[in-house]
T-cell receptor, first 113, second 117 residues
Framework: AQSVSQHNHHVILSEAASLELGCNYSYGGTVNLFWYVQYPGQHLQLLLKYFSGDPLVKGIKGFEAEFIKSKFSFNLRKPSVQWSDTAEYFCAVEPSGYSTLTFGKGTMLLVSP | GAVVSQHPSWVICKSGTSVKIECRSLDFQATTMFWYRQFPKQSLMLMATSNEGSKATYEQGVEKDKFLINHASLTLSTLTVTSAHPEDSSFYIC?????????????FGPGTRLTVT
C-alpha cells in the first residue's frame, strides 16, 4: 500500500518569505500527485496536480511543485508567501488508474503579517 | 467548478443512537464517492468507496456494519454511523471525482463534525 510523508507538521513564516513544504511517497508504480489546501473553516481545495509530462507543475495562487521521480518527492513551493496563505496543506498520492487518494498528515502553515 | 455538499455540517448525538450523513454532488453526477475520516491534527483516512447501485468497498479495519453506506442515486451517497460511541466522534468528509481536462479531479465536501456524548 502506498504512504505519504510530509516533513513538517507546523511551519511559521513571515510575509514575503519563501516556502517549501516537503512531501515524499512510497509506491512502486506510476502515481498521480496532488497538493490540497484547507483554509480555516473551508473545504479542501486542489492547489495543483501532476499526472504526467513536465515535472514542474504550477497551481493556483502562485504555488508550484516539482515531481522528482528518483526521490519519490513532490515538494510544494512558493517564492513569497502572503498572510492569506495561512492554511493547512495536504500532499496526496493516487496510484494511476485508481481513484483512491492517500493523504499525508498535513502541514499547518501560519504566515505572520 | 464542481460542488459537493454535506449535511449536516455538525451533529451531536447520544451514545447508542445512529446518525446519517449525506453527501451530494450538486452539479454533476458521481458514480463513485469516497468517505474519509479525519481525527484532530491527523490526516484524512479513507474509510470506504461508495459505488452507485452496488455495495460499498471498505478499507481494511473499517467496520461495514457500523458505517453503513448507501449510494442510491448518481448525486447522493449517505453514511450512517450506527450505534455511535464517543470514539466515533470525528470529522467525516466525502469527495467525488469529476472529469477535468481529460482526467478528473476530486471535489471535497465541507465535512461533517460528529460528536457523540
Amino acid at each position: 500500500a502506498q504512504s505519504v510523508s510530509q516533513h513538517n507538521h507546523h511551519v511559521i513564516l513571515s510575509e514575503a518569505a519563501s516556502l517549501e513544504l516537503g512531501c515524499n511517497y512510497s509506491y512502486g508504480g506510476t502515481v498521480n500527485l496532488f497538493w490540497y489546501v484547507q483554509y480555516p473553516g473551508q473545504h479542501l481545495q486542489l492547489l495543483l496536480k501532476y499526472f504526467s509530462g513536465d515535472p514542474l507543475v504550477k497551481g493556483i495562487k502562485g504555488f508550484e511543485a516539482e515531481f522528482i521521480k528518483s526521490k519519490f518527492s513532490f515538494n510544494l513551493r512558493k517564492p513569497s508567501v502572503q498572510w492569506s496563505d495561512t492554511a493547512e496543506y495536504f500532499c496526496a498520492v493516487e496510484p494511476s488508474g485508481y481513484s483512491t487518494l492517500t493523504f499525508g498528515k498535513g502541514t499547518m502553515l501560519l504566515v505572520s503579517p | 467548478g464542481a460542488v459537493v455538499s454535506q449535511h449536516p455540517s455538525w451533529v451531536i448525538c447520544k451514545s447508542g443512537t445512529s446518525v446519517k450523513i449525506e453527501c451530494r454532488s450538486l452539479d454533476f453526477q458521481a458514480t463513485t464517492m469516497f468517505w474519509y475520516r479525519q481525527f484532530p491534527k491527523q490526516s484524512l483516512m479513507l474509510m470506504a468507496t461508495s459505488n452507485e447501485g452496488s455495495k460499498a468497498t471498505y478499507e481494511q479495519g473499517v467496520e461495514k456494519d457500523k458505517f453503513l453506506i448507501n449510494h442510491a442515486s448518481l448525486t447522493l451517497s449517505t453514511l450512517t454511523v450506527t450505534s455511535a460511541h464517543p470514539e466515533d466522534s470525528s470529522f467525516y468528509i466525502c469527495s467525488a471525482p469529476h472529469p477535468s481536462h481529460g482526467s478528473y479531479e476530486q471535489y471535497f465536501g465541507p465535512g461533517t463534525r460528529l460528536t457523540v456524548t
